[in-house]
């Protein structure tokens, strides 16, 4: 294999607010996404492809995959938050007329309500239903524990055997302690929380597997086709080349859909016991307790400023988190560079489900208590919050988005002393800002395909969750090709088609669309040629465009996309892409203005208006870009004032695990939202599916703040904290 | 949801014989019980559907009031002319519930008997007092929705935002059973969990409301009903409240205010309307009435701030009634 | 540094990740940012019921197999 020719660059890079060089290797193939002025597609309000199918109820979700003779299937759950399972008696579900499959040998010991105890599959939901209820489980019920406060404390159930506090080690650099006891210095100290929230994905997780022999196809509901196959081919001990995972559409992920999960295999392994395809679609509750979810984090923090408001020492101890699983820590400080910094974080072990990765995981909930501390901070200092930042933000992107978020939200209009707003009804106006990466990597290998009689297919095995994958892949190759998106068929969704990594942390875009990109440009050069030597033209000379090839300068020497095909013989034109680093960067900026009316006799806050303001380096689809923005804000919205996971410590058990009392908002909650795609002129593509999530609740609990001079110290911003906070309970 | 026998009675007197069987319960519009037997919370043996019966789904205006059946929708009862016009708080109260979508399905007499949204009550896995164990866990658990008054030893609040409307109306409700028909005045069909621990109304095994009678209200009476929601999109009430005012002139000449969201029945303020007979109505009065409301409230440990809240509904709600400004 | 078990996973095992990209911050090296499962669970739990992570998931543990090894 020839060795491939690489470059080494150095680039800039930022973590959690600490910037430094680094020299990487990338490789050294000239590609470039040329001028966005001269793109006829890319860039532009592409709306997505497969848009009518969602809105007609033709597109197929995995929900809606009906195969003859499907059987269904359904878990049994434990109701425990932690017990030992004495003995299972499933004897009298097996007799149930209907019932197909029984699986009971999962766990013998259930450490948090809505663990998998056993399953079965039958002809209808319903006969499955009555199958579980059947099963006979003794459980021997332990000491459990389900709040975070109560698991730290010494007396606690463990819920692991060991402490359930651990982490702890100190990160540090800087000398803190001599910044906090400088004279010049302005300090503020307080504690901010986060709650816990969940994924709430409009389709439930779950997948339909069918054998034909020792042959699995899963259609699943999942953000990573590849990944499903090579952990049930794992699970279930089959060779990876003997599974085939389908997503073609797919309800959102958010990070909780990567690999093939407990019910994956459960499901796989009832359609293999009962000789027929089962569907298992995850109901409302189990999503809740079983799929995970955003931990919730507390941080005491401690933050000084000079006097002139330059940031000088940061302090935190903080304790998440992830029921029975850690993730829970978060980058603090946060954005703003601190010279001085100690953090602590402690994961806290509690008999609830595990958590997930989630939209930017650790992000919002350090936003929250980063952005609290700065405006509590500022407000201390007597500076503009606004101000604050552009003196403590060096990114330049971010500069320049800061200026125009003001202008657009009217930050003049704030209150400049927080709580100073006349009546009874408060308005007040608040920012936070968000960092992401947003690269891409090695690995997609799509596939372009130009048929002679003109059709166009593209094929990659990434899956869309929702963001617009499939859009883009199409929009690439049309601009490519000179054609229409619609005359681009954009296959994805499928294991058979080339390999593509798992979508998240938003590498998808700038993993997917340099690889889409190179084999377009690949199909270009190859039909040129072809064309150029029919013509008798030079191929630099050739022009696709408007569904035409064209000889630059003759205009007679012109053919439709047609008469061109027509000459690629019966073989086509099939090429593959690989990813290219040059047409990816990373690193994108974002901020968000907020503002709020807050009633001070009802405690409830309206969000107006909110200024979302994005960069993703080369705009693909502007449209999409603007969607993600408006989900983004819609879920941050729900983060500051409604969503919370709420578990009883008498019973252990989630008191809200529905959409009832977890609440999230309908259209009358929703405020006016200023979507804007800020164009930086990098010329490469980087991902912006998570951060327009991270600073929403910070720059609405910051309006909150200058609207009635109260800070609300955890979310939600419920009327019953506002009410308190303002002295009237 | 466990498997049951579904039934279509053409007549009254079949539905109530049918319901008068042990293990049946009742379905009209159906938004709480199928949401109720698919978590497992009833397990009914049989069913019977009440939207068979004839004749239990129109409003009759009369000379003395309105008649709605039973079956009437809430959007019909939030869309019609007259109610919206005489009976406004009636029309606000219907419009506050759920969704849409609810409310074109859902029926009056289901709002009125809907069973309480407490979260120990709806968890099937939690034996509550209400379901015949020995403890509320809303006493020592997470009680931020409950009810900051009650008798005990249950603290639901009631969940219906049609009841306050009616009760400060002075509806009345048609209940027909085995016995026969009775009328009860809507205020005394609520009880308290002193009085009735696992239903929260007057009506026995087999019996169904039929009907509500509201009176006309008198020349002069103006109504609301506000509801106060952490979401606007799809929420029950942290507090609402019903007000009826009978105006002379200024002149406030009678006086109704019922809460939601505060106890386990519509809470009924007499002390509240006492404020307000006899005085034009104005902020220090609707101030006055909205302290007196829940002057009697003693909140569990997470829903103090229902007190200012219902203070400050209350004195919004008559000061809207009013139309003061 | 340990070897990894074969059967550990966390989500940036599967997504595309750049050498180019340190400054992705959702990439931290911070194993408390990470959420981790078990391939033979599909949990954060072990077979042993003990949890499943880069710091308890070690040689020394009953169930740990490492990455290559049948």
New interface residues.
Partial sequence: MPQQKTKRIK??????GETRE?E???PDIEAAWGDPQNMRRLGKRIPRVEGADKVTGRAKYTYDIQLPGMLYGKILRSPYPHARIRSIDASQAEKLPGVKAVITDL?R?V?YVGEEVAAVAAVSEQVARDALKLIKVEYEPLPFVVTPETAREPSAPRV??GQNVS?GNP?ERGDVDSAFRRSDVVVHEATYSVPARSHCCLEPHGLVCQWQGDKLIAWASTQ?I??VRD?LA??LGIPASNVRVICEHMGGGF?SK?????E??ICARLAKVAGAPVKLMLEREEEQLAT?YGPGVTAKVKIAATRDGQLIAWESESY?S?G????????LPYIYPVPNVRTR?Y?V?TNIG????LR????PQASFIMESAMDDLAHKLGMDPLEFRLKNDPNPVRQAEYRLGAERIGWHRRNRVAGQAPGVVKRGLGVASA??????????RPTVRIDPDGSVEVRLGTQDLGTGTRTYVAAIVAEELGLDVRQVKALIGDTDYGY????????TTA?VAPAVKMAAMAARERLVAMVSQHLQVNPADIVLADGKVTARGSSEKSLTWKQACALLGKEGIEVQGE?N?NL?G??VAGCQFAEVEVDTETGKVRVVKIVAIQDCGLVLNRLAVESQIYGGVTQGLAMALFEQRLFDEQTGRMLNANLEEYKLPGSLDMPDIEAIVYDNPTGKVSGMG?PPVIPTAAAIGNAVFNAIGKRIHSLPITPAKVLEALGKV | MKAFAYHQPKTVADAVRLLSQRGTMAIAGGQDILGAMKDGLFEPEHLVNLKSLPGLGDIKETSTGLQIGALVTLSDIAEHPVIRRDYTALAEAAEAVATLQIRNVGTIGGNLCQRPRCWYFRDPHVHCLKKGGDQCYAVRGDNRYHAIISPGPCYIVHPSDCAPALVALGAKVTIVGAKGTRTVALKEFFQMPDKNLKGENVLQPGEVVTQITVPRPKAGTRSTYLKVREKDSFDWALVSAAVVLQMQGEVCRAASVVLGGVAPVPYESPSAAKVLVGKPITVQAATAAGKAAVGQATPLEHNAYKVPLAEAVVKRAVLAAAGVR | MNTRCKYL?T??????????????????D????????C???????GPD???A?DTSCTTGRECFIAEGEA
């Fill in positions: 680039t800039t890079v930022t973590v959690n680094v990487i290797e990338v766990t010991e450490k692991h055997g982490g990160r990573g590849f990944s952990e794992g699970a990070g990567f690999g093939a999960r407990a994956g295999v995970g998440g992830g029975v699983g850690g993730g829970s820590g978060i980058p974080h994961d072990a595990a958590s997930a990765a930017a995981p650790g992000h960092v992401w990466g947003g690269g891409g990597g090695a690995g997609s593509s990594g798992a979508s998240g942390g938003s590498t993993s990813w680093a990816q990373s690193g998570e | 996973r989500k940036m095992d599967y997504v595309a990740r750049a050498a180019a990209t340190p400054d992705d911050p959702s990439w931290t911070v194993s408390s940012q990470k959420h981790f499962w391939l033979r669970t599909m949990k954060p739990l019921g003990a949890p992570d």
